[in-house]
């Protein structure tokens, strides 16, 4: 699907869940790979609900991916945030887009750009924030892939923000 006519909103907004209550709402519907293993009923929604003492917990082998749909419009990321909650994140990471769930534009190539997070100052509660910026992404996207190889998933509180985008009515004659 392509998306052609593009209209940016004016003003950076959250460009993945957030005040999440479940997996999926009327806007947004979180999923990881199937290698993905949750411990101890740490959802993967609480790394969305922006909820300090909820957060979302996993292990796996090999790559593994956080994604996220947004399904009014398509989102353009250009930056991350993150609580890992107890440490730095290692391991590379990847941001990978999609406007059907199927089909992948790699944004940030995890073999190559090898990106880490770097701390970015603190959360209001003081928490370490770690941020991923996005170099060079000028396609909005349905679908968003964050893709790492570090054998886990830690995440407290998860932001990431950009731009909504809308599409404009092209009339015959302009």
Same mark, same amino acid.
């Given at each position: 699907m392509?998306i @052609?006519?593009?209209d940016?909103?004016e003003d950076?907004?959250y460009?993945?869940? *957030?005040?999440?209550?479940s997996?999926e @709402?009327?806007?947004?519907?979180? +999923?990881?790979?199937d290698?993905v293993s949750?411990?101890n009923?740490n959802?993967l929604?609480y790394?969305? !609900? @922006?909820? /300090?003492?909820? =957060?979302?917990?996993a %292990?796996f &082998?090999g790559?593994?991916?956080?994604?996220?749909?947004?399904k009014l *419009?398509p989102?353009l990321?250009?930056?991350i945030y993150?609580?890992?909650g107890? $440490?730095?994140y290692?391991g =590379?990471?990847?941001?990978q887009? &999609?406007?059907d $769930?199927e089909?992948?534009t790699t944004?940030i190539d995890?073999? %190559? !750009?090898k990106?880490?997070?770097k701390?970015? $100052? &603190?959360?209001d509660?003081? !928490?370490t924030?770690y941020k991923l %910026?996005?170099p060079?992404? +000028?396609?909005?996207? =349905? #679908?968003?892939r964050?893709?790492?190889?570090?054998? #886990?998933w830690n995440? *407290?509180?998860?932001e990431a923000? $950009?731009?909504a985008? /809308?599409?404009v009515?092209v009339?015959?004659g302009?």
């Amino acid at each position: 699907m392509e998306i @052609n006519n593009l209209d940016f909103t004016e003003d950076m907004k959250y460009s993945c869940p *957030h005040n999440m209550l479940s997996d999926e @709402n009327d806007e947004w519907k979180l +999923s990881v790979s199937d290698n993905v293993s949750i411990y101890n009923n740490n959802l993967l929604w609480y790394g969305f !609900d @922006n909820v /300090r003492d909820t =957060y979302f917990n996993a %292990t796996f &082998s090999g790559e593994s991916y956080l994604q996220w749909q947004n399904k009014l *419009h398509p989102v353009l990321v250009k930056e991350i945030y993150v609580n890992p909650g107890g $440490g730095s994140y290692g391991g =590379y990471w990847g941001l990978q887009g &999609s406007n059907d $769930g199927e089909h992948w534009t790699t944004i940030i190539d995890i073999a %190559t !750009d090898k990106c880490q997070w770097k701390s970015d $100052g &603190s959360w209001d509660t003081g !928490d370490t924030k770690y941020k991923l %910026t996005v170099p060079v992404n +000028s396609a909005p996207y =349905y #679908y968003h892939r964050l893709i790492q190889t570090n054998g #886990y998933w830690n995440i *407290h509180y998860m932001e990431a923000f $950009g731009f909504a985008v /809308r599409q404009v009515p092209v009339f015959e004659g302009e």
